[in-house]
Nanobody, 121 residues
């Protein structure tokens, strides 16, 4: 069994910063890509940022230069540092990880429960 637990969401004023964390735990053999997605009310879930196991990063155009994704492989944890936040960043943020479990041949995607980020104007 594998769990992803997010933390760090909350309410912040426009221009402020937040740092999200997501820790993976359980019967983990290896973790490939880890990423953050967000879903605003009435909208689809969109990619925010992803980081591969070797540290290669990809960002949505809307967050480039403001958000930074990083990971600590020893802790099976991914982070999202969010600076210069805007009201349009308001959403539920979900982490995802492609994980291979012990005794399993193939990796599969796992999701966290989501954490609310609200940016007031």
């Amino acid at each position: 069994q594998v769990q992803l637990v997010e933390s760090g969401g909350g309410l912040v004023q426009a221009g402020g910063s937040l740092r999200l964390s997501c820790a993976a735990s359980g019967s983990i053999f290896s973790i490939n890509a880890m990423g953050w997605y967000r879903q605003a009310p009435g909208k689809q879930r969109d990619l925010v940022a992803v980081i591969t196991s070797d540290g290669t990063t990809t960002y949505a155009d809307s967050v480039k230069g403001r958000f930074t994704i990083s990971r600590d492989n020893a802790k099976n944890t991914v982070y999202l540092q969010m600076n210069s936040l805007k009201p349009e960043d308001t959403a539920v943020y979900y982490c995802s990880a492609n994980i291979r479990r012990y005794s399993y041949y193939r990796a599969q995607d796992y999701w966290g429960q989501g954490t609310q980020v609200t940016v007031s104007s």
